[in-house]
């Protein structure tokens, strides 16, 4: 069965870091990644997805994220974090054995100090 | 272009009660799935529907139902609710349900159970 793992509940970085939020899966066949960020009381927002082509996706609000094959990794990433970019992120991987259903990580708190 | 509109946004319902809660789709898009939020749980893939039909379900009771009218909107019922219940309920959709499309998803509807 596909799998998604977020090892950290949460990450904490200073304004103007680079922020780093890791995403392992575990899947039968090609994987197909996303990224979504929920603020607080609102829905998903997508980030940005790995389909195919470049390692490095970029996406929306200067992220980008990086698919590493062999380590079975997606790491979202920030060069500067900001203040605003304080959420909860989420990783998915489209589900090939169930009708393309998303599997979700549990989710990255993210939190961003002045 | 409107995006996913749930509603209500809110509601307060007594064990017991029953609920229905409304999602419109992005127009055009023919899927439509379902996930329940609690802080404890993260996402909770409920149901998914495509052309009217369910295409995929979750690991919930059967209180737990819905349906997909031609038009594309869905609405899923909850009845005999619980305290358990409580929960931020999402509803997403998508042009078609393949590996390569992202999910859009509404802002929820948080329903309280007393």
């Known amino acids: 069965a596909q799998s998604v793992a977020q090892p950290e509940d949460q990450v904490n970085v200073a304004e103007g870091n680079p922020l780093t939020v890791k995403c392992t899966y575990s899947?039968?066949?090609?994987?197909?990644l996303f990224w979504y960020v929920q603020y607080p009381n609102r829905g998903l927002q997508f980030l940005l997805k790995y389909i195919t082509g470049d390692n490095l996706v970029k996406g929306s609000y200067g992220f980008e994220a990086e698919f590493n094959k062999s380590q079975t990794s997606f790491h979202l990433k920030k060069p500067s974090a900001l203040v605003s970019d304080s959420a909860l992120y989420f990783c998915?991987?489209?589900?090939?054995?169930?009708?393309?259903?998303?599997?979700w990580g549990a989710g990255t708190k993210l939190i961003i100090k002045p | 272009k409107a995006g996913v509109t749930q509603t209500p946004r809110y509601l307060i319902k007594t064990r017991g009660q029953q609920v229905t809660l409304s999602c419109s789709p992005i127009?055009?898009?023919?899927?439509v799935s379902w996930y329940q939020q609690t802080p404890g749980q993260g996402l909770q893939f409920l149901f998914e529907y495509f052309s009217e039909t369910q295409r995929n379900k979750g690991n919930f009771p059967g209180r737990f139902s819905g349906r997909q009218f031609s038009n594309s909107r869905s609405e899923m019922n909850v009845s005999t609710l619980e305290l358990g219940d409580s929960a931020l309920y999402l509803c997403?959709?998508?042009?078609?349900?393949?590996?390569?499309?992202?999910?859009?998803f509404g802002q929820g509807t948080r329903l309280t159970v007393v």
């Open positions: 998915a991987v489209r589900d090939l054995e169930s009708n393309y259903q998303l599997i």
């Open positions: 997403a959709s998508s042009l078609v349900a393949a590996v390569n499309t992202e999910a859009f």
């Open positions: 899947v039968s066949g090609n994987p197909y």
């Open positions: 127009s055009g898009h023919r899927s």
